[in-house]
């Protein structure tokens, strides 16, 4: 069973940075693509940021020159580098992977167990 661990969340102040990064357990044959998302206080979870396997990026208008989305796949994880934070930002963060565990195996998503993100002005 292919688990996520999330790492890098914490508490800053307006224009600082975070690097978040997702970690698949050992097991994973492959990442296909990979999303951040979060869900600030109160809203609904919404899109940040996409990578597939080609390393081709997309980004929601709002961390668009802000937010970097990367990954490393000799380790199996996937990075959010986060730059300029605005207290908007506040949220936890979901990374989703999606992945196939075996070479024989249909990829699916897996979800990170969120972390959180404060930003303070």
């Known amino acids: 069973q292919v688990q996520l661990t999330e790492s890098g969340g914490g508490s800053v102040q307006t224009g600082e940075s975070l690097r978040l990064s997702c970690a698949a357990s050992r097991g994973t044959h492959a990442i296909l693509a990979a999303g951040w998302y979060r869900q600030p206080p109160g809203k609904e979870r919404e899109y940040v940021a996409f990578?597939?396997?080609?390393?081709?990026?997309n980004y929601t208008t709002s961390v668009e020159g802000r937010f970097t989305i990367s990954r490393d796949y000799a380790k199996n994880t996937v990075f959010l580098q986060m730059n300029s934070l605005e207290p908007e930002d506040t949220a936890v963060y979901y990374c989703?992977?999606?992945?196939?565990?075996?070479?024989?195996?249909?990829?699916?998503?897996?979800w990170g167990q969120g972390i959180q993100v404060i930003v303070s002005s």
């Open positions: 989703n992977l999606y992945i196939a565990a075996t070479p024989s195996t249909p990829p699916r998503d897996y």
């Open positions: 990578i597939t396997s080609r390393d081709t990026r």
